[in-house]
């Protein structure tokens, strides 16, 4: 697990080694059958919760970050996006208390970063972007806005 430090936070990451074709599989299951929905995503895709499959790679996160965390980490909710091009997502956090995890199934281009934000933007205005690679895992709190 590899640590990447940002103002006052730390950002891991970690690869998965795993099958990727068995995550294909399911994101193309999806793809098929799930609508959508529109939350933070500006274009692209994002999927409604997903409550099966990919057990693999959540079991591969939870142990991920069970390994830097000093509370015992359990999945809350699990999702899907997908952005090409110009679609991105607005920034936004997941709550106050907790870890986020970000996992990077294939990357088109290396202008394809997570950008970390100051927590106080209007008095400090810096931002720390990220560009994973395939398969990179990030993990981080999840009250840091991205």
Partial sequence: MKEIELYREVVYSN???????????HIEHLLLFD???TVSNIGGYQSNFITFGFYDLIEFMV???NQVSSA???LNSFWL????GTDSNNVH???QSGWSAVYYHKICC???PIVFHHYVPAIKCTTWPISPGNQECLFFDMSVPH
Avoid: E, L, P, Q
């Fill in 15 to 25: 690869k998965y080694t795993g099958d990727t074709s068995i995550i294909d599989k």
């Fill in 35 to 37: 609508k959508g929905r």
């Fill in 63 to 65: 142990n991920s970050i």
């Fill in 72 to 74: 015992k980490v359990k």
């Fill in 81 to 84: 996006n997908i952005n090409k």
């Fill in 93 to 95: 956090n997941h709550g």
């Fill in 110 to 112: 290396d202008k394809s």
